[in-house]
């Protein structure tokens, strides 16, 4: 059988449309259907349902599925495993594509820096970084689409992953310098009468924020949320408000004066799970990334 008829099967169950499929495979759309009416031919079933709304894999599509990502792994080692015995990589140095998903913070604060050690250390590497939400991460690592992520939660129960800790992220409270909590130390209750600007649902600190104030007495508290860490930090430069943010992406704001931190109830620094799926192989390339990002973000 033709494994490209399986990547094809695979990219189409996860984007749900024929369309998004053949951008992805840089293929011609007619060729998408013409790989999946085979594939479907060749194992005698249906694998998908064509929908007004889109495509969905049948409950026989879904079955096969798994063991579709099965043989694709299974390749992509013996690939690697040729690759390796050949000689094809100058004095045994670890090469290939590794796809990295992270927050916008880890992707602005932390991780221009791996990159860069990774360029020196292992030229042969591309490691390409895709900035990702929490759900969208997850979405990745399932879909394969991403080899690697790092979440910003407190822990991962996903049973398809595998997670551990390499860093802990210390967050602050954030004004304008001119606002009247600026420098100062606060309460719960002084916050709650507060406007926050938060990171979009799904963001575990921002989260928990947002279930501190709204379980204090009183009004409700007046809340933001913005997809971009830019956006609530600018409004909150500007004197409109408060955040919480990593302080590694204030840094150079909170020296600079254009933002003050006020020194609210302390809020635990948030872990950085590096990530990866439980059944999948993890080629040599993604674990020289790994091994990178562990030693420099837990220094």
Do not use: N
């Not at 495979?25 to 031919?41: D, G, N």
């Not at 900035?131 to 939660?153: F, I, K, P």
């Amino acid at each position: 059988m033709d494994t490209r008829l399986l990547r094809t099967f695979a990219a189409l169950a996860r984007t749900g449309s024929f369309t998004a499929t053949a951008a992805e495979l840089h293929l011609a759309q007619s060729t998408v259907t013409v790989q999946i009416r085979t594939l479907e031919k060749e194992l005698g079933t249906r694998l998908f349902d064509r929908l007004p709304s889109g495509t969905l894999p049948t409950s026989t599509g879904r079955r096969l599925l798994e063991e579709a990502e099965d043989v694709l792994d299974a390749e992509a080692r013996l690939r690697a495993a040729a690759a390796a015995g050949s000689g094809d990589a100058a004095d045994g140095a670890v090469e290939g594509r590794v796809t990295l998903g992270a927050g916008e913070s880890l992707c602005a604060s932390r991780l221009p820096g791996v990159i860069a050690s990774l360029r020196r250390s292992h030229p042969g590497i591309d490691l390409e970084l895709h900035a990702a939400g929490t759900d969208a991460a997850v979405e990745g690592l399932r879909s394969g689409r991403l080899d690697l992520v790092l979440l910003l939660e407190p822990e991962v129960t996903d049973t398809e992953l595998t997670a551990h800790a390499i860093a802990r992220e210390p967050l602050v409270c954030l004004s304008g310098p001119e606002h009247p909590l600026a420098g100062r130390a606060v309460g719960w209750e002084e916050l709650a009468g507060e406007r926050f600007f938060v990171h979009e649902q799904g963001c575990s600190y921002s989260d928990h924020l947002v279930r501190t104030l709204l379980a204090l007495p009183g009004p409700a508290p007046r809340l933001t949320r913005f997809g971009s860490i830019e956006a609530a930090r600018s409004c909150v430069a500007a004197g409109l408000g408060l955040t919480l943010l990593p302080r590694a992406v204030v840094e150079r704001q909170l020296a600079e004066g254009a933002l003050a931190e006020v020194h609210a109830p302390v809020v635990p620094p948030v872990p950085v799970q590096l990530t990866r799926h439980r059944r999948r192989w993890t080629s040599p390339a993604a674990r020289a990334v790994a091994d990178e990002l562990t030693r420099l973000m837990s220094g």
